[in-house]
């Protein structure tokens, strides 16, 4: 079983930068993949980045170049740093790990964008 804390979400202007993290209970070093997506406000949910355990990330391209995905394995947390902010990254934002073909999710942490 994998239980994830997402935090650090909050309001943010345009142009601004976040970080939101992602605590993993247990050792992340046994999950295979940990990935952030985000849903708004009448959207199916979609997906942002992603970090495999050999720690290669892939980001979806409305977000490539703006956002970094790191983890710190010795405190089993995934990071999202966002800057240059837009309003259509405004969304909740979720963690999500996958160990043994099993997918686990956060709760979810709220990220708003104001002009």
Not at 30 to 40: E, F, P, S, V
Not at 42 to 46: A, L
Not at 48 to 60: D, H, L, Q, R
């Given at each position: 079983?994998v239980?994830l ?9 345009t142009g ?5 993290s992602c605590?993993?209970?247990?050792s ?13 406000p ?5 997906w ?13 391209d ?28 405004t ?13 686990y999710?956060?709760q979810g942490?709220?990220?708003t964008?104001?002009?």
């Open positions: 079983q239980r804390v997402e935090s650090g979400g909050g309001l943010v202007q601004g930068s976040l970080r939101i605590t993993a209970s247990g992340i070093l046994i999950i295979n993949t940990m990935g952030w997506y985000r849903q708004a009448g959207k199916q949910r979609e942002v980045a992603t970090i495999v355990a050999s720690g290669i990330t892939n980001y979806a409305s977000v490539k170049g703006r956002f970094t995905i790191s983890r710190d394995s010795a405190k089993n947390t995934v990071y999202l740093q966002m800057n240059s902010l837009k309003s259509d990254d969304a909740v934002y979720y963690c999500k790990a996958v160990r043994d073909m099993t997918d999710w956060g942490t709220q990220v964008v104001s002009s």
